[in-house]
């Protein structure tokens, strides 16, 4: 069965092909910040994942708290190299299309993202940015080599349930490995390498996660107390 995240019309994501569900938290550290392990979740084929924020089911899909959601996608769908805004430094380009999770990967002890950049001429520095752009799980940011080379990790195909634990919140679904996302009318979205899809239900780039979760405190039915 083919890999593929369908979202329903004012319903839940359905996710088809066996594609693998994790759950991890974003924590705080004394060097910036990085991935724990959260709960073991079950696997399936076939699976819906809840797209409203009210399942008491969360992360899936409970059959019936979406009934009043109007889910209505407003996400630019231009690849993203239309989209994004061209950086230049020293020593790489970046490409950034602002599509924010609020994630904090891209802010590090020497700077963020951004700030670094025009100090890419030091190849420490440079390879700091690179690791940023690379950790952003919106896949906001891109770095490009001085040779045209794109700098981008191969990731696995798989879903992430996102949990803040700095934030006290939960985020978004973190999908990785360039999984087909295709609207309600079927026609499909550019296929990117990471992005993160809103499950608040609150996003205002539906369906895309736009950093919402945090200001709306939103916390699933089963994840952060």
């Not at 910040?33 to 089911?57: F, H, I, T």
């Not at 952003?136 to 794109?150: K, L, M, Q, W």
Request: proline share 6%.
């Amino acid at each position: 069965m083919e890999k593929v995240i369908v979202v329903s019309e004012n319903g839940p994501y359905i996710v088809r092909g066996g594609i693998p569900l994790v759950e991890k938290r974003i924590t705080k550290t004394s060097d910036g910040w990085e991935w724990a392990e959260g709960r073991e979740l079950p696997q399936k084929e076939v699976y819906a994942l809840c797209r409203c924020g009210k399942s008491k089911n969360a992360p899936f899909c409970d059959g019936e708290s979406h009934k009043r959601f109007k889910g209505q996608e407003t996400a630019d769908r231009r690849p993203f190299e239309e989209r994004a805004e061209r950086l230049e430094g020293p020593g790489l380009t970046i490409l950034d299309d602002r599509r924010c999770s609020k994630s904090y990967f891209c802010h590090t002890n020497d700077g963020s993202t951004w700030e670094m950049l025009p100090r890419t001429g030091d190849p420490d520095v440079k390879e700091k940015v690179v690791r940023a752009c690379n950790a952003c799980p919106s896949g906001r940011t891109v770095a490009i080599d001085r040779d045209g080379t794109v700098l981008e990790d191969e990731l696995p195909e798989r879903i992430t349930v996102i949990q803040h634990s700095y934030d006290r919140v939960g985020s978004g679904l973190y999908v990785t490995g360039g999984i087909k996302l295709v609207s309600p009318d079927g026609s499909e979205y550019p296929v990117q390498n990471r992005m993160v899809l809103c499950r608040c239900g609150n996003s205002r780039n539906k369906p895309f996660c736009d950093a919402t979760h945090i200001n709306s405190r939103f916390k699933d039915s089963n994840g952060l107390p």
